[in-house]
């Protein structure tokens, strides 16, 4: 059994910067590929950045000169860290993790992921 507790949510304004952070329980083979999701307010939770066994990150377009995904394997935690954040990125983020793998073009996909943490809201103004 994995369990995920993500950190470091809160409210920024725009152009700010944070760094979520996910710390996971549950052996390491059992967290094949790790992420992180968003969900705004009336929408559908999406893809932000995720990472695989050989350290292969997949982001979306949109995001990816902004947000970085990391992890270390040691301290068993995951990060997102976020610059330049805007009104948009407003939404609860969260970290999720699935015990097997799964093809590059899937990474991004919340219904493949079988682990998912209770999520840290972020916020940001402008």
């Known amino acids: 059994q994995v369990q995920l507790v993500e950190s470091g949510g809160g409210s920024v304004q725009a152009g700010g910067s944070l760094r979520l952070s996910c710390v996971g329980s549950?052996?390491?083979?059992?967290?094949?590929?790790m992420a992180w999701f968003r969900q705004a307010p009336g929408k559908e939770r999406e893809g932000v950045a995720a990472?695989?066994?050989?350290?292969?990150?997949s982001y979306v377009d949109s995001m990816k000169r902004r947000f970085t995904i990391s992890e270390d394997t040691i301290k068993n935690t995951l990060y997102l860290q976020m610059h330049d954040l805007q009104p948009e990125d407003t939404a609860m983020y969260y970290c999720?993790?699935?015990?097997?793998?799964?093809?590059?073009?899937?990474?991004?996909?919340?219904?493949?992921?079988?682990?998912w943490g209770q999520g840290t809201q972020v916020t940001v103004s402008s």
């Open positions: 999720a993790a699935r015990s097997r793998p799964i093809g590059w073009s899937l990474l991004l996909s919340p219904i493949y992921y079988n682990y």
């Open positions: 549950g052996a390491p083979e059992s967290k094949n590929c």
């Open positions: 990472i695989d066994n050989d350290g292969r990150t």
